[in-house]
């Protein structure tokens, strides 16, 4: 590596070890909700470029694949946020002892190559059931064609997908949030560049979109490789490396399934609730789309907190430095409260000039306020489950990540049932908001019950201890 690079490197490694928590919230954090408020503004360009065909179908097509490609960007999760945060604690520990740095090649190699081979697993079985899977995803006969094109390509590149998102998470486990970043908005300019190509140009359609996708995301994949090849000390992504011994796999799994869990529950929540919701007409619905459209700016600031801040508490955990853990758990929930505070309590106090901005009509304007209450008040919550939940995956601590990323889709079936047949549409509309309190309250239950325990099993940098510990504190 030449000089600069070196710099460069020691100056990411510098921000997990080393520099003042605030600096190094900043230098995580802020390029992770920068490139999330990016990606959110793409989706609206490209609805726009899919409406310039005027086919409702075509918008219908990728509003069904939107599941689907939740899911593929898990795959990729289970191996990349799982492998990153072994990566983080092993890069900590490596401050003690040297021969943990040597490991990190076999971890990162597992994930990639791991998230490559799944995905062609899943991609070719989707398209050996494309028929169903459609179906499945509540396509009409109107849209079928459409959605059946606009699945097959995705599912073609379910490979590129699952190794872009992972490989970002590698690249963040060092510390590069400023690479992760770039690599995101180059994936997001590239892509609108081949849609106007694919589909103002060539008008292909739905098929010319999910092109667009998958090419930008090779871009990406493309980017994160050559950085990581030419400037990480630790991470290689030779297959060489390859390895299956439990040492590598149980951690990535242990983490990792706790976001394909997250996600699977995610879209089943989103299809139970839209069913739900449109039996009260389109008023609700369309009501519904706005609100949570709004709520997601907070959202994403506060997402790009919460995991923006795993690599820190990864690095601290491995490292056995409990201070500056327990001083980046103060200084993450602080900026998250502040963030919540100034923009969603603006939200909140310009609630109906905002929504009126979306939309004139009156109804959808009335019910919008409520909807835009209840999830601001979910935002909230979920903000504070979200950081908890980055705590149980950076310390390796599998079940309780499961259970934080499993609670919300367990918890909120019967509730949004339950305020369904109970309450109607006031039920259906503040039932992820009770479900994102519960959560909250379940985490900070696990937490609170051993955090004495935890804390000496997290300074002797043993994640098999703090879950012996929280095995007692449940039972």
């Known amino acids: ?133 459609v179906t499945l995803l509540g396509a009409d006969s109107a849209a079928v064609p459409a959605t059946r094109e606009y699945v097959a390509v995705m599912l073609a590149f379910v490979p590129v997908l699952a190794a872009g998102f992972c490989l970002e998470q590698l690249v963040r486990a060092e510390g590069a949030a400023r690479q992760a970043m770039i690599g995101l908005i180059l994936s997001t300019v590239a892509n609108i560049v081949f849609d106007v190509v694919f589909i103002l140009v060539l008008h292909w ?40 011994r439990s040492d590598v796999v149980q951690p990535v799994f242990g983490v990792g399934v ?43 600031l506060i997402m790009g907190v919460t995991l923006g801040v795993l690599p820190l508490f990864a690095y601290a955990y491995g490292k056995g430095d409990r201070a500056r853990l327990n001083s980046a758990v103060r200084a993450a929930a602080i900026t998250v409260g502040t963030v919540m505070l100034v923009f969603c309590g603006s939200v909140f106090l310009f609630r109906e000039q905002v929504l009126s901005a979306f939309s004139s009509d009156r109804a959808v304007l009335t019910i919008g306020v409520t909807i835009l209450v209840a999830q601001l008040v979910a935002t909230v919550a979920n903000g504070f489950a979200g950081l908890i939940t980055s705590l149980f995956q950076a310390a390796g601590l599998a079940k309780p990540a499961i259970i934080m990323s499993m609670a919300q889709g367990v918890l909120f079936i019967p509730i949004v049932l339950l305020g369904n047949l109970w309450y109607g549409l006031p039920g259906i509309i ?10 909250f309250l379940v985490g900070l239950g696990i937490w609170f019950a051993s955090r004495n325990t935890i804390s000496r099993g997290l300074a002797e940098g043993s994640p098999e201890r703090a879950e012996a510990v929280l095995e007692e504190a449940a039972a």
């Open 430 to 439: 503040w039932a992820l908001t009770v479900t994102e309190g519960l959560v």
């Open 205 to 244: 359609g739905v098929g010319g979109a999910a092109l667009a996708t998958g090419l930008a995301n090779a871009v990406m994949v493309g980017y994160f490789a050559y950085w990581l090849t030419r400037n990480s000390e630790h991470v290689s992504l030779a297959p060489r490396w390859f390895t299956l």
């Open 1 to 133: 590596m030449s000089a600069t690079t070196t710099d460069a490197v020691g100056t990411n490694r510098w921000y997990l070890s080393t520099a003042p928590i605030l600096r190094a919230l900043v230098h995580l954090c802020v390029p992770m909700a920068a490139a999330m408020i990016v990606g959110a503004v793409y989706n609206v360009i490209n609805a726009g470029f899919i409406g310039s065909q005027h086919d409702t179908a075509l918008l219908a097509a990728i509003t069904f694949g939107t599941p689907l490609l939740g899911l593929v960007m898990a795959i990729g999760g289970v191996f990349g946020v799982g492998g990153g945060a072994l990566i983080s604690r092993l890069l900590g520990g490596s401050e003690h002892d040297a021969a943990k740095a040597g490991e990190i090649k076999h971890v990162s190699s597992f994930a990639v190559w791991g998230a490559v081979i799944t995905g062609v697993i899943a991609g070719a079985a989707g398209l050996l059931l494309l028929r169903p899977l």
């Open 258 to 300: 706790g976001e394909l869990l997250q996600s699977a529950f995610m879209i089943v929540t989103v299809l139970v609730l839209n069913n739900l919701a449109s039996a009260y007409g389109d008023g609700p619905l369309a009501a519904m789309g706005v609100a949570v459209r709004i709520a997601q700016v907070p959202e994403f």
